[in-house]
């Protein structure tokens, strides 16, 4: 018992030390100031006021995330023409749209698209939304395949932005798309530039 009285009195200096230390970092990062307002640090390493923080999922109008349907695709910008619909539509397929390879020339019979009242059947790919859309992907398989399927490639996507305040919700099975067709001869990027497009004027 004695030696024990004696080992704790050795070391009874050095718990001194180690109070003083808790204090001092107790002191430095504790999350309340001397008004009494609790703080946390955001992810940059910036003081935040616990009150100020909105914590019911609902977003602040004048700040827009990147899952606030707010986001824009990155498409060839022309200035628009309204789409003439007492000219006739031609039926086309993404048969004939995979034989425009990135990188190689044009086929005339792709070129020859350029312009034209088309009509296609495809899968829709929602880009923001699932209702009251205005543009989304029109492609040659469904969006969710499965593991085995082949993937889709950049010549099997159609940008749609439909027209004359045409809306439509997301829909599971085959569609059909009429409007005018536009194909981007400067594709600087074959893996995410967008080739095709269509100025929607229906959805079936």
């Known amino acids: 018992m004695k030696a024990f009285k004696e080992k704790i009195a ?3 200096p050095y718990l001194g030390y180690a109070v003083f230390i808790m204090a001092i ?7 309340k100031d001397t008004s009494g307002k609790s703080y946390v640090y955001n992810t940059k390493g910036e003081k935040v006021e616990l009150s100020k923080i909105n914590f019911s999922g609902k977003s602040d109008s004048s700040k827009k995330g990147s899952l606030d349907g707010e986001q824009k ?23 004939q749209l995979r034989t ?69 919700d997301f829909k599971t099975g085959v569609v059909t798309i009429k409007g005018r067709f536009k194909v981007n001869l400067d594709v600087k990027d074959e893996y995410s530039d967008i080739i ?6 229906s959805i079936d």
Do not use: W
């Open 10 to 12: 050795n070391h009874v």
């Open 25 to 31: 970092c107790i002191s430095v990062f504790s999350n």
């Open 100 to 168: 425009y390879i990135p990188g190689k020339e044009v086929p005339k019979e792709v070129k020859d698209m350029e312009g034209k009242n088309v009509n296609i059947i495809g899968f829709m790919t929602p880009l923001n939304a699932l209702e009251n859309m205005d543009e989304f992907l029109l492609c040659s398989a469904p969006p969710l395949s499965c593991y085995c399927a082949p993937p889709i490639f950049i010549n099997e996507i159609i940008y749609v932005k439909l027209t004359n305040g045409v809306k439509t």
């Open 73 to 95: 695709l990155n498409t060839p910008s022309t200035g628009f023409v309204p789409v003439d619909t007492s000219q006739p539509f031609s039926k086309i397929t993404f048969r």
């Open 196 to 201: 095709y497009s269509i100025d929607g004027t």
